[in-house]
């Protein structure tokens, strides 16, 4: 055996050793690199198809194009190239001269008889089927040899069964990449589970729902992650899904999460297979809380409605009915009752609005960007409040500082806010007692807060007294009606504004309030 028969044979080795190579690209590249090698190719290109025979796969070219370039190249060759004729033909080509062979394509004349002159060009079959075209190319005229065509097709058929794997593993791949994409994009929190209900398979969404990462989860059976995790929801998670798996005509539950104080839609999906371990459960999770909140709220306001509305309503008819017959008998009315159906329709009128801003905060008005002077709108928020003052015989304390520059945000939702905070203080401090309000700018902030020598707010409800619908409970404060909507609303006024509220209270000697926004130029 002379060297040269030795190099073929060390080629079609290293050909045959590709079956353990599984990277697609790796596979085209070297087996270019080796047939170029052993024929003494300059260079050389490989047009891959897919599976079926029909698209384009892969384009390993020889030049280095742009994607746009690459796109056109490739088209005009298969179309009317010697890779397009090797395709239709289904056969290998040998081309001893470019410039007298019609099937070659000339894309830069000039550069192009000085880049190549001989061409090898053969096709891949992988069982039976098309799948590639790999070209050779060399700058001399009648380099190649029906000798070197003949080894070239042995690389070729050597390499089918390296190809074939390599397109598969690819294809694997592909689908896992999509998956991998389908599962980052669904909102919905999903879950694979085995036979066992161990979990397999968790996306994004899901871990953000229950705040955990992949290795918190994964391969643990849900019965097990509720004590891991400490969270029963595991547990209820793994009872709903055996029961939906037992009864597929029932396969969705409704399951709330008392720590995260999510509630969930859970849809449960058997996956069957020939193979048990090729088997499991698919839960997707979708996150109603938003929902739950609603039908909570409409039945709050319900309760709400029917019980501080029936109240108000009653002592107005019942006032009413006592004037109507004094009129007939012509007395005329007490003025204690008129200024009592006063204040009946004041705290109608004062549920109502407390209605309106439920609704306007759930609705997300966008915020007006305007500037304005904070001393007006203190002054228009003590418009509105003073009378509450006087008629508790309150005393009213200003702390305004002086030269305040001018804010920028919605004056209406800030007046608002002012407005509950003072609202607050003059209805939690008994008769007599005091409210002082002082406003400032320090380090590009301007801060108003409200003081008052009122009930105060028990230690152990504090943390809770900005969350929706949440009134502080004592015995002081038994009688003051309220939806506990008020500082809600003032928190999400404030942090819309890019600002913090913050609050002071100490239970019998009263509570401060305030905020800070940014001051805006």
């Not at 410039?99 to 008889?113: G, H, I, M, Q, S």
């Not at 019942?318 to 008998?329: F, P, Q, W």
Request: aromatic letters at 6%; one cysteine or more; charged letters at 25%.
């Amino acid at each position: 055996m002379n060297v040269s028969d030795k190099s073929h044979v060390e080629m079609l080795v290293q050909i045959a050793r590709l079956l353990a190579t599984l990277d697609l690209d790796d596979v085209l590249w070297q087996t270019i690199s080796l047939t170029t090698q052993t024929v003494g190719a300059a260079r050389g290109t490989f047009f891959l198809l897919d599976e079926h025979g029909e698209t384009l796969q892969r384009f390993i070219a020889a030049q280095n194009y742009d994607p746009e370039t690459r796109q056109i190249v490739s088209r005009r060759i298969l179309e009317q190239g010697l890779a397009g004729w090797v395709m239709a033909h289904q056969q290998s080509a040998l081309i001893d001269d470019t410039a007298t062979d019609p099937r070659w394509v000339v894309l830069d004349a000039e550069k192009e008889l000085l880049r190549v002159r001989s061409v090898l060009c053969v096709p891949f079959f992988v069982e039976g089927e098309l799948r590639g075209v790999m070209t050779l190319e060399h700058p001399q005229p009648r380099h190649f040899t029906p000798e070197h065509l003949r080894l070239v097709e042995a690389a070729a058929h050597q390499a089918a069964a390296s190809l074939r794997n390599a397109q598969l593993f690819d294809r694997v791949q592909a689908q896992q990449r999509q998956l991998q994409a389908v599962l980052d994009g669904i909102s919905e929190g999903l879950l694979v589970l085995d036979t066992e209900l161990c979990v397999r398979l968790v996306n994004p969404a899901a871990l953000t729902l229950f705040g955990v990462t992949e290795a918190d989860v994964l391969g643990f059976n849900l019965e097990v992650l509720a004590e891991q995790l400490a969270n029963p929801f595991y547990a209820r998670l793994a009872e709903g899904v055996k029961a939906a798996v037992q009864d597929t005509a029932n396969n969705r539950f409704e399951l709330r999460d008392d720590l995260t104080k999510r509630d969930f839609v859970v849809n449960v999906a058997n996956v069957s297979a020939k193979r048990t371990a090729e088997s499991g459960i698919v839960i997707a999770l979708n996150d109603v809380s938003s929902l739950k909140d609603l039908t909570r709220l409409k039945t709050h306001m319900i309760q709400m409605a029917s019980h501080d509305l029936k109240n108000p309503i009653g002592v107005l008819r019942n006032y009413l009915d006592v004037i109507r017959a004094e009129v007939k008998s012509g007395v005329l009315p007490d003025p204690m009752f008129l200024e009592n159906m006063y204040k009946s329709l004041a705290r109608m009128e004062s549920l109502v609005v407390n209605l309106l801003d439920i609704q306007r905060a759930e609705d997300a008005e966008p915020l007006k960007r305007e500037p304005f002077d904070p001393y007006d709108l203190i002054n228009a928020s003590l418009e509105d409040m003073t009378p509450s003052v006087r008629m508790r015989q309150q005393s009213l304390v200003q702390n305004i500082q002086p030269n305040l520059r001018p804010l920028k945000g919605d004056f209406d939702r800030l007046r608002e806010v002012i407005n509950n905070l003072i609202d607050n203080a003059v209805k939690y401090t008994p008769d007599g007692g005091t409210i002082s309000i002082s406003a400032y700018a320090e380090d590009e902030r301007f801060t108003f807060s409200v003081k008052d020598t009122g009930y105060g707010i028990p230690a152990d409800q504090q943390a809770s007294i900005f969350q929706p619908y949440f009134r502080a409970t004592q015995a002081s404060t038994a009688h003051i009606s309220g939806t506990g909507v008020g500082l809600s609303l003032v928190k999400e006024v404030i942090e819309r504004h890019g600002g913090q509220v913050w609050f002071i209270s100490k239970e019998g000697q009263g509570s401060t309030f305030g905020f800070w926004l940014p001051i805006l130029t």
